[in-house]
T-cell receptor, first 115, second 113 residues
Framework: GAGVSQSPSNKVTEKGKDVELRCDPI?????LYWYRQRLGQGLEFLIY????????KSGLPSDRFSAERTGESVSTLTIQRTQQEDSAVYLC?????????????FGSGTRLTVV | GESVGLHLPTLSVQEGDNSIINCAYS??????FIWYKQESGKGPQFIID?????DKRQGQRVTVLLNKTVKHLSLQIAATQPGDSAVYFC????????????FGKGTLLTVNP
């Protein structure tokens, strides 16, 4: 597609439920990133995928967070047993194979609210 | 109860003035820097970048200055327009990774007509 597409755009869930967030990267972009943005804060790195290489999961905050990507296509970020502190905007981005030339292209994010 | 609100640095300017947004980065080994603009409800959008072998780069109405001695980055916007109102983030590509960007907290720019 023309840009990075994320769904849903908004998600309200009850504490303790699992949620799944989806990202469609730009066609041809081999690198895909997930970041978290809390209200009034900068972006926190969560995970990075590059082609079929092992992902960099160093930013995942707990074992309740996991992400998958099949090849160079769609990625899903799953949060199990959601907590109120998980409330944030989850941003997906993609880029051509690093090294970075023009940074990332971001999607519009999924706003997650845990009540 | 305690209220939680935005604690972003803010800059308010008049339309037509020049704006300067500053950023202190953390890693002296960083070799690539980007400024992003984020409008409400949208993802960050690339504005301009600079590599560590440069100290200045100009784009359309924007200029980025890099001072490696004090690890400082600035974004200058000429003739600021209401459409420039947004949160601006600097990001650094820290040494040791050719893909991971570390973002600052952001500055909220408000342009008054």
């Amino acid at each position: 597609g023309a840009g990075v597409s994320q769904s849903p755009s908004n998600k309200v869930t009850e504490k303790g439920k699992d949620v799944e967030l989806r990202c469609d990267p730009i066609s041809g972009h081999t690198a895909l990133y997930w970041y978290r943005q809390r209200l009034g804060q900068g972006l926190e790195f969560l995970i990075y995928f590059q082609g079929n290489s092992a992902p960099d999961k160093s930013g995942l905050p707990s074992d309740r967070f996991s992400a998958e990507r099949t090849g160079e296509s769609v990625s899903t970020l799953t949060i199990q047993r959601t907590q109120q502190e998980d409330s944030a905007v989850y941003l997906c981005a993609s880029s051509p194979r690093p090294p970075l030339l023009y940074g990332y292209t971001f999607g519009s994010g999924t706003r997650l609210t845990v009540v | 109860g305690e209220s939680v609100g935005l604690h972003l640095p803010t800059l308010s300017v008049q339309e037509g003035d020049n704006s300067i947004i500053n950023c202190a980065y953390s890693n002296s080994a960083s070799d690539y820097f980007i400024w992003y603009k984020q409008e409400s409800g949208k993802g960050p959008q690339f504005i301009i970048d600079i590599r560590s072998n440069m100290d200045k780069r100009q784009g359309q109405r924007v200029t980025v200055l890099l001072n490696k001695t004090v690890k400082h980055l600035s974004l200058q916007i000429a003739a600021t327009q209401p459409g420039d109102s947004a949160v601006y983030f600097c990001a650094e590509n820290s040494g040791g990774s050719n893909y991971k960007l570390t973002f600052g907290k952001g500055t909220l720019l408000t342009v008054n007509p």
